[in-house]
């Protein structure tokens, strides 16, 4: 079974500042692929990062980037200069290669405070 | 169309009653999903449809829940004789073929919040 903990309820972070976002995962599966979503109060899970098992090489898109670690089964969310707009629930979700399901961690509430 | 486009977006229904909710995915996209999001957890996966074909349904909790994509664009996911628990946000996706990965990832629409009373 797959399993995807996001050990951090909530979070808060100063306008401008650096956070990051913990997730761990479990997986038997040698392929797979790792994504970070962010869901506002609008409700939709919008893609904000994604990273392919088998590349070493971390994973950016503007002011987000990861932590991957295979080894230790860990995929952190680095946001970089947070803006008010980056408030949101943020999930890690993982993928096997051969699997039509997404499985989601619990998800971090994130706060950016002025 | 430009999103993934659900409806309604809010739901109330009393317990017993039968709802069906629309999913009207992306143009051109094969892959569509039906997710469940109770208050407070993340998405769990219900059903998976590779155009009008249903490949995977192991996520649907029983037999109440059925989906249907018919001509393999808009599907809909009915809820038979509604209980409490199925009070949910139910969130549809669409990729543009196959199981998620780098290069077909979910695009998400802003889900349906269902109240059963």
């Known amino acids: 079974a797959q399993t995807v903990t996001q050990s951090q309820p909530e979070m808060s972070v100063q306008e401008a500042e650096t956070v990051t976002l913990s997730c761990t995962y479990d997986?038997?599966?040698?392929?797979?692929?790792l994504f970070w979503y962010k869901q506002p109060p609008s409700r939709q899970m919008i893609l904000v990062i994604r990273?392919?098992?088998?590349?070493?090489q971390n994973a950016t898109e503007n002011r987000f980037s990861v932590n991957f670690q295979k080894a230790a089964k860990s995929f952190s969310l680095k946001i970089s200069d947070s803006q008010l707009g980056d408030t949101a629930m943020y999930f890690c979700?993982?993928?096997?290669?051969?699997?039509?399901?997404?499985?989601f961690g619990k998800g971090t509430s994130l706060l950016v405070t002025p | 169309g430009a999103g993934v486009s659900q409806s309604p977006r809010y739901k109330v229904a009393k317990r017993g009653q039968d709802v069906a909710l629309r999913c009207d995915p992306i143009?051109?996209?094969?892959?569509l999903f039906w997710y469940q999001q109770a208050l407070g957890q993340g998405p769990e996966f219900l059903t998976y449809?590779?155009?009008?074909?249903?490949?995977?349904k192991s996520g649907l909790p029983s037999d109440r829940f059925f989906a249907e994509r018919p001509e393999g664009s808009v599907s809909t996911l009915k809820i038979q004789r509604t209980q409490q628990e199925d009070s949910a946000v139910y969130l549809c996706?669409?990729?543009?073929?196959?199981?998620?990965?780098?290069?077909?990832?979910?695009?998400f629409g802003n889900g349906t919040r269902l109240t059963v009373t």
């Open positions: 990273q392919e098992a088998y590349k070493q």
């Open positions: 143009s051109g996209h094969v892959s």
């Open positions: 979700a993982l993928t096997k290669n051969s699997g039509y399901a997404l499985n």
């Open positions: 997986t038997s599966e040698n392929n797979y692929y």
């Open positions: 996706a669409s990729s543009l073929q196959g199981a998620p990965s780098y290069n077909s990832p979910l695009h």
């Open positions: 449809f590779q155009n009008e074909a249903q490949l995977d």
